[in-house]
């Protein structure tokens, strides 16, 4: 096709935000889903999860503490980061995710104390606390990228429930891999025994369906984003070439579409396969890779068409 | 004995001094973390002032006075621009034309990056300018990934956001921006956009005037004459291209990231404006608004 218009020069354009921001985003994610499966067996009462949510309890502190600190590192100075603590403005995201990022840890930590401490009220209470700041501390992040309204591939409704199905993925791909290494390595270790209980065969398949659940939720997510972004505006069907045939399709359709969801979706469907933990682990481990193909192609692609 | 009672004064002014002192920090810091629009006392000036500009295309030539000026005036480092000019070829042969459509800052009426910014370092003052505070920037890049004309950038030395500033300092000497003093096809037209006498004014009542992506409702405040829609959105699906463009430019000049900075430090020694390059300095430097 001949182009009617050609640019021959042009001021070059960075990609600011990349691998950092990806990271905080794959982490805070793990953090939220690990939250909530967690409260499955303390808040909701599924006796069955209780010991594969207390992993999940310890899980998400861990996660979130870590996360923050490459995002202050990304920072072009870091030493100013205190400033997003007094300097607030509460019509950007960026602001109340400082406030999320500080409060939810805390819930998480002291909900973890009391399920070390067994004390059951308390642990229902910040149970029911700590829903929905796991879903703002990872919907919130959703927001970040939504709100930056120039960038097509970003400027989407979806982007936080994208955001949060893709979290509930990794999370539970990551309690599986952490159970069954735990099962397989550690079943006789008396010291992580008591505090952490044998998670059950039945539990860990369990896990498994759950996380073909989701996965299905997620390729239907990811799915409408790309309808849409092919059947709407200008800018919109230009980053869809880019993620579909474009730098990188290879990235979206081949580690997040391909090897990350659809065939441990299959795979998890089949009646003999889904009962094995070494096939269970090996699906978690691409599932986990996808997630994170998933959080590097969002964030990188949709600042890849130069916007002027 | 009269030692004593010197000891004794001498104490007493050290003690007055430091509290005066501690008072005096007290407030500096406490004034920092106002929100830069209340610290300037220039921006109370007058309350019927908003910049703008127009860009007649049709006059523009392409001949880059207005980046070399804007890159002087603001000592803006090798491989950023706060305007630049977008080079375009139209058509193919042989029905070919050339085009030159010049970018810079929008300063919209309704801020994407001004909403955006976690810690309100970006503001906007009355008259319009939308500005960036250095000392509260902690340089997270959200506003540059927000702009939807991609007009900021991270300042490789300041560690800071960076933008068009519409030459702010000499608008406050009553000065034109750079970049229009440059302009020689006169294409840059500036003014204050709600004086009905003004040439901006006058232009954009009367002449089919479009600005930049008018969907992302950011209501730009810099007015393009003949524009064309077709050069604004040339190449954009063309991914070999944008590999091209997204190389750093100081890499392709030759010139390594070290030398860049050196001669960055050796020119002025620090960052950002800090006088005013123009003849007419001096006769302006009173009339103040009058541009």
Redesign the interface.
Known sequence: MNELARVIWNAPHDIYLATNIAIYFFLTGISAASFIISTLAYVFGIERFKAAGKIGAVVAPIALIISPLFLVYDLLQPSRFLHLMYMFNYRSPVSWGSFLLTIYPINCLIYLFYIWKENRPRIKFYGYLGIPLAIAVHGYTGFILALAKGIALWNTPLMPIYFLISAMVSGTALLIIIAVLKETFLENNAAINRFFPKVEKEVIWELGRLLAVFIAVDLFVAFSDVVMLYYTTPENSIVAKVIMEGPFSNMFLMMEIGLGMVLPFIVLLIPGLNKSYTVLTVMSVLVLVGIWAMRYVTVVAGQYVPLM | MSQKNDEHSRREILTKGLTLGALTLGSLSFVQ?LPASLQSNETQKSKKVRYGMVIDLKKCIGCNACVIACKQENNIPI?N?RT?????????YPQVK??FIP?LCNHCEDP?CN???????TYQRPDGIVLVDYD???????C????????R??HPYR???DKCTFCVHRLDRGLKPACVDACIGKSRIFGNLLDPASEVSRLIASQPVHV??P??NTKPQVYFLNLDY??V???????K???Y?????PAEMGITEKQAEENHTVLKGKCGADRVYDSTLKANANRVGTV
């Open positions: 973390f491989g621009y630049w000019v977008k080079d375009v070829e139209r058509g193919n050339r085009g970018v994407i909403r955006n910014c976690p810690v309100k370092a509260r920037c902690i340089g997270c890049k959200y540059m990934v927000s702009c939807p004309y991609n007009m950038f991270p560690r800071t956001a930049l992506k969907e992302q077709i050069m959105e040339a190449n954009k699906t063309d991914f291209y944008m590999e463009y997204r190389r750093n430019v």
